[in-house]
């Protein structure tokens, strides 16, 4: 049975729609991370899932019950906020047990869950003291305890790490990835982080305006786009897409733009004979190119950014330009003319007026 | 650096100079008269130190005016505080943003009204044949007439009531907007803890504006101190001596019925070292 379905949800402020006509299904135990640029609808959506924001439209329903009408409290969902929204007047075990108490739970059992739960996220040491007398990632943990202790069906992320620095986030995404190992409960997260996207999710929710772009695993959305905004979005350094006219050449196809022409075999997209598309190609699908190779790029390495194991070379050609990322000692030097390669296996080709991608299925 | 450190001091030094005196010379100027035995009626004076203090604590009208005080005190700062609180929360939980603005700035009305009009309008509203706050009960009750204004046991609560009419429909809007600044994120937390309206302004919004709103009613029993005019202007101390609050005995004394200046100086040092003592104290333990 899936965890959470939306079914042709809409949201509107007055006149503007923020998400429209939305469907998808979230199955048990999964981790499922919605990611998108700024605006999109990402903390809407996840706001409208915890009830915080209410539904103009379509159902939502969580555990096979729908709960457009419910309150936040009686969704079975716990929800970690960006800024971590604990209560400053209350001690950690209070922040910890408000939820608890809430439901009136019995004094003694609220003491033993709160000490399980911090011992489990290493709270211990801090239960007497006030959320300001907390570092940003131990009130994070404090956060995600008091999401815990309720042993909700769901648990909804917005944000969480964003107001954390490099290092700890890093520290605190694995400990996250840790607890859905142990716990397994049904996870939403809201990201723009692609590095957290990635790492943590089994499935990837890409929104933008509101729309659905791509569902799939990291790998399915890293490896088979399904158009120009999901493979411009994912990866960095960015694809680069290069305009091209399609033309057919003996049993494979030719495409010419940005001051070459490329042939490829062609199997495995769906060409039209005098159509144009955008071919995608990621920097580090670039490879030095050998005389006798096929399927060139060249130009002149006009910026050079280091990256310690490896290098961005970013070059003209034809007017457009062209990022590769090569290893730092295969490194050129600026202003030196370069040639690139690739594998046909590993370009992308997309629809130049859809942007869909000409992938066959 | 002399030079640059003596400007400062050159313009503030006359300012706290003048500030203190005009304070220091009245109070000083009280002390004296307290311990004299002036009257309005001659120039004639000897010294009698302490003596006007013992009288006072044998007269029975002096303490009656010292529980006056009190009631006073208590009922008017704990209902401004109850009504901007309950006003508050409701504007917050059930007004939109429009609305608000419309109460807002209809409850800051009655505070801008100088208090003495404030006492005569609701001195008529309160007129037993005539008023529109009686008319209620002269409707239910066929005819019957009620004076709270000249009834012991209601006078203080009729006059206290103005004082909150002005006060705690002020403060109701300064509550309201205390609560717009709050951070919504904490608010939903407890939303999705499963607190209950009610509870989420108990255990989270309240508590997280307490330093506020003690200063809020700090302001308002500073406030409340000075009822003089209102109550002047309603009943006089009356009936009786139901609502004669210190201030009240004191000009009685000293202006109006006796002329005994020193005796009502007296009164208002006590007054003065009572609330110094008590704001000390209450100040000490709210910062605790
Ligand atoms: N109360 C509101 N009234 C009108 N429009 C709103 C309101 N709240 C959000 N929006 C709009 O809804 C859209 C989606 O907002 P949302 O907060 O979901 O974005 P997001 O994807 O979470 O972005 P970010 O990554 O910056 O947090 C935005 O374009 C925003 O302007
Ligand atoms: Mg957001």
């Known amino acids: 049975m899936s965890a959470i379905v939306c079914s042709h949800v809409d949201k509107a402020y007055g006149a503007t729609t923020v998400i429209r006509d939305l469907n998808l299904s979230i199955e048990e135990h999964e981790f499922v991370v919605f990611l998108g640029p700024s605006g999109c609808g990402k903390s809407t959506l996840l706001r409208m899932l915890a009830g915080l924001e209410d539904i103009s439209g379509g159902e939502v329903s969580i555990g096979g019950k729908v709960v457009n009408d419910l309150d936040p409290g009686d969704r079975g969902i716990a929800m970690v906020f960006q800024n971590y929204a604990l209560y400053p007047h209350m001690t950690i075990f209070d922040n910890i047990a408000f939820g608890l108490r809430r439901q009136k739970v019995p004094a003694p059992e609220i003491d033993k869950r709160v000490r399980a739960v911090a011992a489990t996220l290493g709270l211990d040491p801090y239960l007497g003291r006030k959320p300001a007398e907390l570092s940003g990632g131990q009130q994070q943990r404090v956060a995600i305890a008091r999401a815990m202790i309720k042993t909700p069906k769901v648990f909804l992320f917005d944000e969480p790490l964003s107001n954390l620095d490099a290092k700890l986030r890093n520290h605190m995404r694995v400990e996250i990835a840790r607890l859905h190992q142990s716990l397994k409960t049904t996870t939403v997260y809201v990201t723009h982080d692609q590095l957290e996207a990635m790492t943590l999710a089994d499935r990837i929710v890409l929104l933008k305006d509101g729309v659905i772009e791509q569902i799939g695993s990291p790998a399915e959305i890293y490896g088979r786009p399904a158009n120009i905004f999901v493979a411009g979005f994912i990866g960095t350094p960015n694809m680069n897409f290069i305009e091209v006219t399609v033309a057919r050449s003996g049993n494979g196809w030719t495409l010419t733009g940005a001051g070459t022409a490329l042939s490829i075999d062609g199997a495995g997209f769906h060409l039209q004979p005098g159509g144009r598309a955008v071919l995608g190609i990621r920097p580090p699908d670039l490879k030095t190119a050998r005389d006798g190779d096929a399927g060139i790029l060249q130009g002149t390495a006009d910026l050079i950014e280091f990256h310690g194991n490896d290098a961005l070379v970013t070059f003209g050609s034809g007017g457009k330009e062209i990022s590769a990322l090569v290893p730092a000692r295969e490194c050129p030097v600026l202003h030196a003319p370069v040639r690139y390669m690739f594998e046909e296996a590993n370009i992308h080709l997309f629809d130049a007026t859809s942007g869909a991608s000409l992938r066959q299925q | ?288």
């Open chain 2, 1 to 288: 650096m002399p030079r640059r450190s003596s400007l400062p001091v050159t313009f503030v030094v006359p300012t706290l100079v003048i500030l203190l005196i005009l304070s220091m010379v009245p109070t000083l100027y009280a002390i004296i008269i307290a311990l004299q035995n002036r009257e309005l009626s001659s120039t004639a004076y000897s010294w009698v130190w302490f003596s006007n203090f013992f009288d006072l604590f044998s007269d029975r009208r002096f303490l009656n005016a010292v529980w006056v005080s009190v009631k006073w005190e208590v009922v008017t700062v704990v209902a401004t505080m109850v009504v901007a609180i309950g006003l508050g929360v409701l504007m917050f939980e059930v007004a939109s943003q429009r609305l608000r603005n419309v109460y807002c700035l209809l409850f800051i009305i009655p505070v801008l009204l100088p208090r003495v009009s404030a006492a005569f309008v609701w001195k008529f509203a309160y007129h037993p044949l005539y008023g529109i706050a009686t008319y209620p009960y002269r409707l239910l009750t066929g005819g019957l007439i009620f004076d709270p204004l000249s009834k012991p046991s209601t006078a203080l609560f009729a006059v206290a009531s103005v004082d909150v009419w002005q006060w705690g429909l002020f403060f109701a809007v300064i509550v309201l907007k205390l609560l717009e600044t709050l951070p919504p994120q904490p608010i939903e937390a407890a939303r999705l803890d499963h607190a209950k309206r009610w509870q989420i302004h108990a255990y989270v919004t309240l508590p997280m504006l307490k330093a506020p709103l003690v200063s809020l009613m700090f302001v308002k029993m500073i406030e409340s101190l000075r009822s003089f005019d209102l109550i002047y202007v309603m009943t006089r101390g009356g009936p009786g001596v139901a609502t004669e609050t210190l201030d009240m005995y004191a000009f009685s004394q000293g202006f109006i019925e006796s002329g005994k200046v020193s005796y009502a100086s007296a009164m208002a040092v006590l007054m003065m070292i009572a609330t110094v003592i008590t704001f000390t104290m209450l100040w000490k333990r709210v910062q605790a």
